[in-house]
Nanobody, 115 residues
Framework: QVQLVESGGGLVQAGGSLRLSCAASRITSSIGLMGWYRQAPGKQRELVATITRLRITNYIDSVKGRFTISRDNDKNTVYLQMNSLKPEDTAVYYC?????????WGQGTQVTVSS
């Protein structure tokens, strides 16, 4: 069974940094698009960043210049480097991997940024 395991979340002070990782296992086909979504309390899930297999990236405006998405295709792993964190970044972060027509989701990791 396909598994996406996330790690790297935690509690940080505003202005600090975190690095999220999401490793996909049991996937024999090449992963296409990978990305990160987040859901804050009382809000809908929103896309944060995506990266194609050729490493073309896309970010929502609120994280541009602060977050960097990257991937290691050999390890089937996607990363999200988060710098200059703000309290409004507090959310559960979910990773996504697309394989042909199938989407796979991670279990979510909590990111909390204190003021």
């Amino acid at each position: 069974q396909v598994q996406l395991v996330e790690s790297g979340g935690g509690l940080v002070q505003a202005g600090g940094s975190l690095r999220l990782s999401c490793a996909a296992s049991r996937i024999t086909s090449s992963i296409g698009l990978m990305g990160w979504y987040r859901q804050a309390p009382g809000k809908q899930r929103e896309l944060v960043a995506t990266i194609t297999r050729l490493r073309i990236t896309n970010y929502i405006d609120s994280v541009k210049g602060r977050f960097t998405i990257s991937r290691d295709n050999d390890k089937n792993t996607v990363y999200l480097q988060m710098n200059s964190l703000k309290p409004e970044d507090t959310a559960v972060y979910y990773c996504l991997s697309k394989v042909v027509l199938t989407n796979y989701w991670g279990q979510g990791t909590q990111v909390t940024v204190s003021s």
